[in-house]
């Protein structure tokens, strides 16, 4: 059965005329009978009789529209409250981020949604309230991770396959190049950009594979002619560059997004020859995006990550 039907069923009987229902709903009354007709074939029992030129109900398209009238109630009902939650600005959010994009954002995230209101006053009803979580994941896991939370701080690099628009809903936030991370006594450092024959001799310490920085060092190797020394695999950034300072190895770290990484022996260098740049989005499921709190919050995002790149 359909609601439409059970609707027209109805208001036969309340208005006593295929035409009326007809002018009520803005139909042919040939529409109506054709509803209603149906409908009495997939019940298998009459629902209505002729009397005199109009079309009223039996007793059992009585009991069918009095049910039907309670399905439509419920359907209304339904139709207001999911409206209700996609219209509620103060509704949880969850968020998951990469690493390097989780601890670039989410402090801010956090300080712009309590600059919205504050606990306990009307206001604070109004403001999102995200709820955050890290997940590092290789770059094709990413999509399967918006069942879990309303919006995915994703990356891929150039190269690598869209996101599957069939699936998910993108928001591009940035376009961040990967530069050459290096102490700022290292001989490299006093060169303005890098080569990939520049820095292929040197020691390395790179993400495990199928991560952002991992592809880069295949390419470095691929235009060298001779692959790439990489002593450590180490997805924290702050772990890197860690590692960078002590002179010992070279890396890679996000230009926009590593900040919170760096001290003041770590320099970066731009790396020329090769595409370093990392596509950073926020994934959402279609219907996710339907809620105001979700859009509330994905527009901080890239307010916060638009700040982040123009510095």
Avoid: C
Avoid at 67 to 92: E, N, P, R
Avoid at 105 to 131: I, K, N
Avoid at 155 to 164: G, I, L, Q
Avoid at 255 to 269: C, E, W
């Amino acid at each position: 059965m359909e609601i439409h039907q059970l609707q027209m069923l109805r208001d036969l009987g309340e208005l006593g005329s295929v035409k009326a229902v007809a002018d009520a709903l803005s139909v042919t009354p040939s529409a109506v009978s054709q509803q209603i007709s149906l409908l009495q074939r997939q019940v298998g029992t009459p629902l209505t009789r002729k009397e005199g030129r109009n079309l009223v109900l039996t007793e059992a398209g009585k009991v069918l529209a009095d049910a039907g009238a309670g399905v439509i109630s419920a359907m209304a009902t339904a139709k207001a409250a999911i409206g209700g939650y996609q219209q509620d600005a103060g509704g949880i959010v969850s968020v998951s981020g990469f690493h390097s994009a989780g601890q670039a954002l989410f402090a801010p995230l956090v300080r712009r949604m309590a600059d919205g209101g504050s606990p306990g006053t009307a206001a604070a009803a109004s403001v999102p309230r995200v709820r955050l979580s890290d997940e590092d994941v290789a770059q094709h896991d990413f999509p399967a991770l918006t069942a879990r939370y309303d919006l995915v701080l994703a990356h891929r690099m150039d190269h690598s396959p869209a996101w599957p628009d069939s699936r998910v809903r993108v928001i591009p936030l940035a376009h961040e190049p990967l530069d050459i991370a290096v102490a700022a006594d290292h001989p490299l450092a006093a060169l303005p950009e890098l080569s990939p024959e520049d820095v292929v001799a040197y020691p390395w310490v790179a993400s495990r594979s199928g991560y952002s920085p991992a592809d880069v060092l295949t390419a470095i190797g691929a235009v060298a002619s001779r692959p790439v020394d990489v002593v450590h695999r180490i997805n924290d950034y702050s772990a890197a560059a860690a590692l960078v300072s002590t002179g010992d190895v070279i890396g890679l770290l996000p230009r926009y997004t590593s900040g919170h990484a760096l001290d003041a022996g770590v320099v970066l260098r731009p790396l020329t020859g090769i595409s370093t740049r990392r596509r950073i989005d926020l994934l959402a499921r279609p219907e996710t995006l339907k809620r105001a709190s979700v859009m509330l919050v994905a527009q901080a995002l890239a307010d916060i990550m638009a700040e982040l790149t123009a510095t």
